[in-house]
């Protein structure tokens, strides 16, 4: 059963729980502060395809493959499942996923797809709608500068907001098992549009929304920052994260000493020259399914926020000059 | 309650239904069979807008406005929107569904986006994580040849199984009311490949995904085609019905006399110039969304299946010689 809790939080009474999750990465996240913990590094660009977009659609099925080993399923136990990714018509998705023939519901939500994938597999899963779903989400440093900014042969320079699309994928796998990391709420965000232009600093853009659903968040369950071990957003990056505390603050709240960004977190930011931090919908999902849901599993942590961002504009919108409009998804994962 | 009914099908206990619903086309598809049933035609490409892509999002937002007047909700009621679309990043969703700031959550399955989001919207108000919900999807001709094909302005002549993109959008409402159209049962489709390469036969590509969808539902059912007043397909045209009714014939399976597909009903082909038919996220919506739903409404359909399909291709994926890889989602609508 679900309860809607005020204006936009779902509240979960079966807490669906994540019973397997993986994550792979590329050399340069590897390389990072949290290289140990991905169930698998692909040294090569192409992973021995022809294309860079080969080669993400691998990194989504070579996800789920290592989610359901970890959950002991097969894929024929899974009802269905929620994917995504930055591509194009989301081809990632639809080329990874072909061979699995699991009934497959695209979503698009940009970078916010891990955490919109894990509210959907939570809401068929304690609606009896499936018994064992799954989401999965990926980007792809190459297929993404391809496709948002300019082929990397020809060696544009980066500007000091821009960041890092990520080189990876996670998945989840969900059932009522009614042990681990589990969903208990979730706020469904809104589209939020502060007339950010610059595609370039995805962060500030994002900030906005973010800050949004997350004072839903606390309004409808009358919480604070104080009754969680961590809020940790998807990819705001340094820029993006002063953002949202600067929002935060304006209406009395400090998550300042919870918080912590996907996209910080992957990179040794002063080294590895990403800039701004990370970013794409593979760098909330293999921060998620590796370091957090192994703390987790460890009960490092046992009450968080998980809250991806994503920025819903197309290469040919910011060239016809619209804004970037934005919109953030919030999970709270409990410990059972 | 959500029951699972054997391997891939959704049965809705409490079958949410459709309480308002709204069509909108260009003028094309005003001039066809159906032209007196869409609730507003838009004129101009443009609809007063600077690019087409800002008019396909206007369609969006005027289709989700009619339906709520049609309903008599506000967006204010509405606790989530699923909503997709063909172009890049589905901006046609994200711009066109901003100003509302309904909780949303964007949706990809190409052309098969508005049975997904009805699947979606049943599934969110069956299990309480909404009491109101809304689906929306669009296509325009103008955006969709730009970004899939060729621009407008090259004149470029169009092969005998190419498809029309219909200039067009459509909503629905759901709740849990008990009386009017209302979501029975569905069947989440699985990403099908046979081999297609060619973009423009849509249809062939997209016959075997309704094929394996529409025989995984009768299987599960235990139902035939004689069971329903209609067997209604989303945007398979000449070519693609034709393969369809082929696919099932050799499962000794006889839909033709139920059998309609909203690409060939939206157009007269032989004065329309449209080739095999209409196609694109707004047909098999803006088909439904009118002449089928004010159908239930006047009791001349009771019970049908509404199947929508998609090719989950992009342009890269064609351009780099990929499979173009599709999928077909089911929905049993009945009327109350």
């Known amino acids: 059963?679900?309860?809607?809790?005020?204006?936009?939080?779902?509240?979960?009474?079966?807490?669906?729980?994540?019973?397997?999750?993986?994550?792979?990465?590329?050399?340069?996240?590897?390389?990072?502060?949290?290289?140990?913990?991905?169930?698998?590094?692909?040294?090569?660009?192409?992973?021995?395809?022809?294309?860079?977009?080969?080669?993400?659609?691998?990194?989504?099925?070579?996800a789920v493959s290592l989610a359901m080993n970890k959950a002991n399923v097969?894929?024929?136990?899974?009802?269905?499942?929620f994917a995504g990714d930055l591509l194009n018509q989301c081809i990632s998705s639809s080329f990874g996923l072909l061979d699995f023939g699991i009934p497959y519901l695209g979503q698009y939500g940009a970078c916010s797809t891990m955490a919109q994938g894990l509210i959907m597999a939570a809401v068929f899963i304690e609606s009896s709608a499936a018994n064992i779903a799954a989401c999965v989400t990926s980007s792809h440093f190459a297929s993404a500068?391809?496709?948002?900014?300019?082929?990397?042969?020809?060696?544009?320079?980066?500007?000091?907001?821009a960041q890092w699309t990520v080189t990876g994928a996670g998945s989840c796998i969900l059932k009522n098992t009614?042990?681990?990391?589990?969903?208990?709420?979730?706020?469904?965000?809104?589209?939020?549009?502060?007339?950010?232009?610059?595609?370039?600093?995805?962060?500030?853009?994002?900030?906005?929304?973010?800050?949004?659903?997350?004072?839903?968040?606390?309004?409808?369950?009358?919480?604070?920052?104080d009754d969680y071990d961590l809020i940790l957003t998807g990819d705001l990056g340094e820029v993006g994260s002063k953002?949202?505390?600067?929002?935060?603050?304006?209406?009395?709240?400090?998550?300042?000493?919870?918080?912590?960004?996907?996209?910080?977190?992957?990179?040794?930011?002063?080294?590895?020259?990403?800039?701004?931090?990370?970013?794409?919908?593979?760098?909330?999902?293999?921060?998620?399914?590796?370091k957090i849901l192994n703390d987790f599993n460890e009960h490092r942590l046992e009450n968080i926020l998980f809250m991806a961002t994503g920025a819903l504009m197309s290469p040919t919108s910011c060239g016809q000059g619209a804004n970037i409009p934005s919109i953030a998804h919030l999970v709270n994962i409990k410990n059972r």
Chains 1, 2 share one sequence.
Not at 145 to 161: A, D, H, I, K, S
Not at 265 to 286: L, N, P, W, Y
């Open 178 to 225: 009614k042990k681990g990391p589990s969903v208990a709420r979730a706020t469904i965000g809104r589209i939020v549009d502060l007339g950010v232009t610059d595609a370039n600093n995805m962060g500030a853009a994002m900030a906005p929304a973010a800050a949004q659903t997350l004072k839903s968040y606390f309004d409808d369950t009358c919480t604070s920052p």
């Open 74 to 81: 097969m894929a024929e136990d899974i009802d269905c499942i």
């Open 1 to 62: 059963m679900i309860r809607r809790i005020g204006g936009h939080t779902l509240g979960f009474e079966e807490m669906p729980s994540i019973i397997g999750f993986a994550s792979i990465t590329g050399k340069k996240e590897s390389e990072g502060p949290l290289g140990k913990c991905f169930d698998k590094i692909v040294y090569d660009s192409y992973d021995g395809n022809d294309t860079y977009e080969q080669a993400e659609s691998m990194l989504q099925s070579e």
């Open 145 to 161: 500068e391809r496709q948002y900014r300019f082929p990397l042969e020809y060696g544009g320079v980066r500007t000091p907001t």
């Open 243 to 290: 953002a949202l505390y600067e929002l935060m603050n304006r209406d009395g709240i400090n998550i300042q000493n919870k918080h912590n960004d996907c996209g910080l977190m992957i990179f040794e930011r002063t080294k590895q020259d990403v800039h701004a931090g990370g970013s794409g919908c593979g760098c909330a999902a293999s921060v998620l399914c590796s």
